[in-house]
């Protein structure tokens, strides 16, 4: 249900440039978006650019990255202005990221507990035990039924869907307004993903928040949000409601849908992709 | 008649405390021409199963034939011709160090085959690369490219069997559809009989005749491709990864 009202998030006209030996490479050419209380989809191939929007946006590029823009905005604050130390105060409380694998990116000497503790301890200045109760909270809030003994276990003794789940909990557990998740369920099994995600859907229902969902999986994105981003070497193609993917009239998304094997409409052969040289140009 | 005829197959991996029963009992056959699917979430045993039957995993109990020879623990290069494997991972699995025409060559040479030259070119162009592309390394090529290249090693032993672990799961969808009707063609083709083993249901019915859905190291469903399609299939466990290949069912009303 996108709100006409301000949006969290406003993205204008923002391109991303890396320099490398052989030129310059505009992973990111001119995109704009703005991100109200609502799921947001970004989908896209590999080298897109969809990380890339998602990591900018967070002020998370690598060093050597040159963004500029016209505008990004959170909430009140500009985040191309913003100094180092007010992102930090950002990152994680006001805006928080999900990423792919938890097995990579939770710390693996820290127990589950201790890093999820560790957010609302720097950004909330909670004592520990006070922190340790919001945890043991947020642990059974995304259906961890035995939040006492998973406080006290190490990423690499948990699976990948309570790794997930761990990893949401940490997101949440200081109530942010926007969210970017990065491809948050493609390591996980079926019905793992089923789980993480309805778990997510009603965090974000609840606290009536924002939610960037960067992914490569149409059937996903199209049944999860409520609207979605198409972006193609490194341009936002089209943005439509995700109901109506269907509908799209870009050839890209379009080439992208018939490309799609469907248990719905099956056929014996899947069409393959034309890529013309204009949709990576304005 | 049956290509592969397995036999109360049982897999067993690991030793001591870390012995574990990956493939418990099952029982299959795949006919000449036929694609067999093979479905299930990471650790029902689904790859190791083709393992077996590549003759990659030598510790398994059961009977196996493959085109009407019974095989053992140790085969014979013409009995390992006769399957080869297309792995997952196209990044992993071409040496990086090696150009693709070496690449090729190494199975020409293990299996003593003659015009070696010949054949690499043959190969390239089956699966649509331009026979230039001997001279180049991997990380000159597309993620599409390169799975094509471990498809031309598959191919060039002439097998009768493919088995495909994951052929698609690392690309694009744009390149995945490449590389399925590429593999319908080569089926047609060269008169090949797939095992592909995938956890997408919609590649599932897309490709294969009929699919076996394991859990736990056992088949729980033998479902035709008409079944999965209208969704009439038997177990809960089947309609259950058929709604997951359709994206995120909301709980709320």
Known sequence: MPEQSTPILSVKNMSVQFPTLSGVVNAVKNVSFDVGREKVGIIGESGSGKSTTGRAIMRLQPSNACVVADEIRFEDVDLQTASEADMRAIRGRRISMILQDPKYSLNPVMTVGEQIAETVILHERLGKKAARERTLAMLERVNIRDPQRVFNLYPHEVSGGMGQRIMISMMLISSPSLIIADEPTSALDVTVRQQVLSILDDLIKERNIGLVFISHDLNLVKSFCDRVIIMYAGRIVETLEAAKLDEATHPYTRGLLEALPSLDHPRDRLEVLKRQASWAEA | ?253
């Open chain 2, 1 to 253: 008649m049956s290509i592969i005829s397995v036999k109360d197959l049982a897999i067993g991996l690991g030793s001591g405390s870390d012995y574990r029963q990956v493939v418990k009992s099952v029982t299959f056959d795949v006919e000449a021409g036929e694609i067999f699917g093979l479905v299930g979430e990471s650790g029902c045993g689904k790859s190791t199963v083709l393992g077996a039957l590549a003759g990659r995993i030598k510790a398994w109990n059961g009977q196996i034939q493959i085109d009407g020879e019974a095989v053992g623990a140790a085969r014979s290069r013409s009995q390992l011709a006769k399957q080869q494997m297309v792995f997952q991972d196209p990044f992993g699995s071409l040496h990086p160090r090696h150009t693709i025409g070496r690449t090729l060559l190494e199975p020409l040479e293990i299996h003593g085959l003659d015009q070696k030259q010949e054949r690499v070119e043959q190969v390239l162009r089956d699966v649509g690369l331009p026979p230039a592309f001997r001279n180049r390394f991997p990380h000159q090529l597309s993620g599409g490219q390169r799975q094509r290249v471990a498809i031309a090693r598959a191919l060039i032993l002439k097998p009768r069997i493919l088995l495909l672990d994951e052929p698609t799961s690392a690309l694009d969808v744009s390149i995945q559809a490449e590389i399925l009707n590429l593999l319908k063609d080569l089926r047609e083709r060269e008169k090949l009989t797939y095992i592909l083993v995938s956890h997408d249901m919609a590649v599932i019915a897309h490709m294969c005749n009929r699919v076996a859905v394991m859990q736990d190291g056992v088949f729980v469903e033998v479902a035709g491709r008409a079944s999965l399609l209208d969704g009439a299939v038997q177990n809960a466990y089947t309609r259950t990864l058929l709604e997951g290949s359709r994206g995120y069912r909301s709980a709320r009303p």
